[in-house]
């Protein structure tokens, strides 16, 4: 792909990559374009620091919800109270976790039973349902066509989804879905 940018620079892009990129703002411009799903109160009573419980409020209000921020500032905590509200608003049939590795899901479901939260994490690539890969590009059975059946999809270890995986994975959000990343 070639593109010029106001000073007559010229960019050049590999194809996959640049349509990956379109792909993905796409996504996030239609999952934005939801109302969160969300419930908007209780989440004091499970312990959040007053600091917590105001980035919680002004996550939920969102239907792209991305929470991040250094190791030990309590993300994990504070998305596992997300999920115990999402849980009384959809069930757990309605919510799924899924990380980038299969290490990463395995840690997340580790810090979710520690957090007496009933799911078992998989790879992104499971929850999409992998059909093959096509010069070094993957197909999935979860897309745009046939999305996911959950309302809430949880992408924890964000910072390791690359730009095609991540375009995949909010191609297959539900319309009115929500999605909440976590890294």
Same mark, same amino acid.
């Given at each position: 792909?070639?593109?010029?940018?106001?000073?007559?620079?010229?960019?050049?892009?590999?194809?996959?990559?640049?349509?990956?990129?379109?792909?993905?703002?796409?996504?996030?411009?239609?999952?934005?374009?939801?109302?969160?799903?969300?419930?908007?109160?209780?989440?004091?009573?499970?312990?959040?620091?007053?600091?917590?419980?105001?980035?919680?409020?002004?996550?939920?209000?969102?239907?792209?919800?991305?929470?991040?921020?250094?190791?030990?500032?309590?993300?994990?905590?504070?998305?596992?109270?997300? $999920?115990?509200?999402?849980? *009384?608003?959809?069930?757990?049939?309605?919510?799924?976790? /899924?990380?980038?590795?299969?290490? @990463? !899901? %395995?840690?997340?479901?580790?810090?979710?039973?520690?957090?007496?939260?009933?799911?078992?994490?998989?790879?992104?690539?499971?929850?999409?349902?992998?059909?093959?890969?096509?010069?070094?590009?993957?197909?999935?059975?979860?897309?745009?066509? $046939?999305?996911?059946?959950? *309302?809430?999809?949880?992408?924890?270890?964000?910072?390791? /989804?690359?730009?095609?995986?991540? @375009? !995949? %994975?909010?191609?297959?959000?539900?319309?009115?879905?929500?999605?909440?990343?976590?890294?």
């Amino acid at each position: 792909v070639r593109r010029c940018d106001q000073d007559g620079n010229e960019w050049l892009s590999e194809y996959s990559k640049a349509n990956a990129e379109q792909r993905l703002a796409y996504h996030i411009k239609r999952i934005l374009s939801y109302r969160s799903i969300l419930p908007t109160y209780g989440y004091t009573m499970y312990g959040l620091s007053e600091h917590q419980v105001g980035i919680v409020g002004e996550l939920i209000r969102n239907s792209l919800m991305i929470l991040a921020g250094s190791p030990g500032t309590g993300k994990t905590y504070s998305g596992a109270v997300i $999920l115990k509200r999402a849980i *009384q608003q959809f069930g757990e049939k309605g919510i799924v976790v /899924c990380a980038p590795t299969g290490k @990463a !899901a %395995v840690r997340i479901t580790e810090a979710m039973q520690q957090y007496k939260l009933p799911f078992q994490a998989t790879t992104i690539h499971t929850a999409l349902g992998v059909l093959g890969c096509d010069h070094g590009d993957w197909r999935f059975r979860r897309c745009e066509t $046939l999305p996911l059946e959950q *309302q809430l999809i949880v992408i924890d270890e964000l910072s390791m /989804c690359d730009t095609p995986l991540m @375009a !995949a %994975v909010l191609a297959a959000v539900p319309k009115g879905g929500n999605v909440l990343m976590i890294g």
